[in-house]
């Protein structure tokens, strides 16, 4: 089991930077590449740019909880929260076919985005 965590590229956990614009306030947000690449997965099928869905997340979490203390672990669960619900729903259409056997193929290497 292990060695398919293990044997990731490098590329998907290093990290980087990316200046986003909040209300007017510049600020820089300090992500893993996989995360990136999963929030705009997420933006393109919202129709918005993943600065633009990162503001309205932003938004959304202050109206809601009047504060956040990580915003970027916030985005970090927010992008393992869209993989389990896309795998529920994978599972739910699974069990709805009934008993057809299905293989789902993960790519090694996720393409990154150049944003």
């Avoid at 915003?71 to 699974?94: G, H, I, M, N």
Wanted: hydrophobic share 35%.
């Amino acid at each position: 089991m292990c060695e398919f965590f293990v044997t990731a590229d490098p590329i998907l956990y290093e990290s980087r930077t990316r200046s986003i614009r909040i209300h007017g306030v510049h600020t820089s947000i300090r992500l893993e590449n996989f995360v990136w690449d999963t929030l705009a997965t997420l933006a393109a099928e919202e129709g918005m740019t993943t600065n633009a869905l990162i503001a309205q997340f932003h938004d959304e979490i202050m109206r809601h909880r009047g504060d956040v203390q990580n915003f970027t672990s916030f985005l970090r669960v927010t992008c393992l929260r869209y993989l389990r619900r896309k795998c529920d729903l994978l599972e739910s259409a699974r069990d709805d076919a009934g008993p057809v056997k299905t293989q789902i193929t993960i790519p090694e290497k996720t393409p990154l985005t150049t944003h």
